[in-house]
């Protein structure tokens, strides 16, 4: 079971269980009950928002299983790699790159090329 549907279904139990509880209990208790409810679910919402804010902690860029570029004049650039900002922040992974081949002035990169 994916991480998703075990969400939903936790879901689904709290709100029917909720709506259980609000069915049975006086109106008084059912307000307080529902008053306490709502501020956790704030907070909770809150905290996954931020947390979803947050950069991940995996690569901030990779290249995998890349084809073949090739470049062929002055000036011509062929990448099956990374090509980027040496202040990119966090790792920058390529693996299992295809050819890049450069000819009469060109250049290639199959792997991380960084620049100032």
Do not use: Y
Not at 77 to 86: D, F, I, K, L, Q
């Amino acid at each position: 079971m994916t991480v998703r549907r075990v969400v939903i279904s936790i879901t689904c139990v709290v709100v029917a269980a909720l709506a259980a509880v609000f069915a049975v209990s006086q109106w008084d208790q059912a307000n307080r009950i529902a008053t306490a409810t709502s501020a956790l679910a704030a907070v909770a919402a809150l905290g996954v928002a931020v947390w979803a804010a947050l950069p991940g902690s995996g690569p901030a860029a990779r290249a995998s299983r890349t084809g073949t570029a090739t470049a062929g004049g002055p000036g011509s650039r062929a990448n099956t790699g990374v090509s980027g900002v040496a202040s990119t922040p966090g790792a920058v992974v390529a693996d299992h790159t295809g050819d890049a081949r450069a000819t009469n002035g060109g250049s290639a990169n199959s792997g991380v090329e960084l620049h100032p």
